[in-house]
């Protein structure tokens, strides 16, 4: 994978047939030859129902993971990517594209396609992040109704029989509210109003984002939120789906995936500069979340080979 690709363009004329602004597919990345960076004029949604690979949003290059979902808006260059050219830790996929003009005519209750509309389909629920990180992280419990939901979509839109567009479009509406409520759903707990607890993990997030090369303990964050390590922490979890901890190693490691690609540096002085001291826990780290490591992660999509060691 080169990150000097040139960004092809999808348009939604050739993806949409029959003049309907609806599409659904399940993908296994069996040709590895035909992904490229693109965008389109559409909203897309992806669903990782299988598998681990990479999401590659503009210049970043993002782990995934079975139960992450992606909300891809309007003229955003991205592509998703096995590890290896065989896909050998199986990445497969539901991508459903899809215009708004194809449920305008439903009477969705107001209030909710506003929040809908601002959530998810024009700035994403973290306007920051974006590309960062998987929309939703689900566990195991709603990763089953997800799927579920999905497969029924494909199932629909590929038997086309009598009715099946008006079956679709509330599928979609369905998956669409679903996925609001997903969101609303983690910030129910403690007497904190919702506004509040997404700032507040923002902030949290950002502070990692600037200062993830140092050291960073947990009580700094709890202390800065005001609250206690074991409260913040929850709260954390129910927002990201991660533990404190386990974020702040994607940051480091995302990093270091973008510098293995864009620099010549060593691997060991790169695992230094994005905050590890600890060579061998960075080697350990980075193969857990990347599934390679970090020798082989820069060989397979390094822009300047032959420039770089790997000592």
């Known amino acids: 994978m080169n990150l000097i690709n040139p960004v092809t363009t999808l348009r939604s004329d050739l993806i949409f047939t029959d003049h309907i602004p609806f599409f659904i597919n399940q993908y296994a990345y069996d040709n590895y030859d035909e992904l490229e960076l693109h965008v389109h004029d559409f909203i897309e949604i992806v669903y990782v129902c299988r598998g681990k690979g990479l999401h590659r949003v503009r210049d970043r290059l993002i782990p995934v993971t079975e139960g992450d979902l992606f909300i891809i808006n309007y003229d955003t260059p991205h592509c998703f990517y096995p590890y290896d050219r065989t896909n050998t830790d199986g990445l497969l996929v539901y991508n459903c594209m899809f215009l708004p003009a194809f449920i305008e005519h439903l009477h969705i209750e107001l209030p909710i396609m506003r929040g809908i509309t601002s959530l998810f389909l024009v700035n994403g629920l973290y306007p920051e992040e974006t590309g960062n990180m998987p929309d939703l992280m689900l566990g195991t419990a709603p990763r089953k109704a997800f799927a579920q939901l999905f497969d029924n979509m494909l199932q629909e839109y590929q038997a086309k029989q009598e009715g099946y567009l008006d079956i679709l479009k509330m599928q979609l509406c369905e998956l669409l509210i679903k996925t609001y409520r997903t969101y609303k759903d983690l910030y129910r707990e403690g007497p904190h109003p919702y506004n509040y607890k997404l700032e507040l993990i923002q902030k949290s997030i950002q502070y990692m984002r600037d200062k993830f090369s140092s050291p960073i303990q947990l009580n700094q964050l709890s202390q800065q939120a005001l609250l206690s390590k074991s409260y913040f922490s929850s709260i954390f979890k129910s927002v990201t789906g991660i533990s404190v901890?386990?974020?702040?190693?994607?940051?480091?490691?995302?990093?270091?995936?973008?510098?293995?690609?864009?620099?010549?540096?060593?691997?060991?002085?790169?695992?230094?500069?994005?905050g590890y001291n600890d060579y061998r826990f960075f080697n350990k780290t980075f193969r857990k979340i990347t599934g390679m490591t970090a020798s082989a992660y820069r060989k397979q999509f390094s822009t300047a080979k032959g420039n770089y060691r790997d000592a």
């Open 245 to 274: 901890l386990d974020y702040l190693q994607k940051v480091r490691i995302e990093e270091a995936c973008r510098l293995l690609v864009e620099d010549t540096k060593t691997i060991i002085v790169i695992s230094e500069s994005v």
